[in-house]
């Protein structure tokens, strides 16, 4: 079925960590070219191995505390009174643990790993 297995399958936190990762531009060649075998996977609909997300994963946090990683994620910001900002941008297949605020101008981010713009979601 693709990312959903049982609980202890984590497969979308490690998305989220991969998306994340490819998101910052300055994610070096090697680790994309590692990450690409595992993507067409997940596009494809099928499941990595638990190893593939292992080296995977490893690979990106390494590559991260190796150079100065731009913030991806920003604090969700607030309506002026205090009060968080309701809508958040999620994967645009709802198979990644990724969450981020919208940015506060400009044209929405593309995901990592689909391509496409992610879905705007109001939480309650």
Sequence with gaps: MGLVGGAGNYASVRLGVVCEGLANPGMPAWVRELAEPVLAMVRAGTDPTVRDWQDL????????????????????????GGHAQLDVLV????RCARVEAPPASGDDPVCSVFAEHPHRQRLS
């Design 91 to 94: 994967c645009p297949r709802g």
């Design 57 to 80: 994963v490893t690979a990106v946090r390494d590559a991260e505390s190796r150079f100065q990683k731009d913030r991806i994620y920003q604090g969700l910001p607030t309506d002026g």
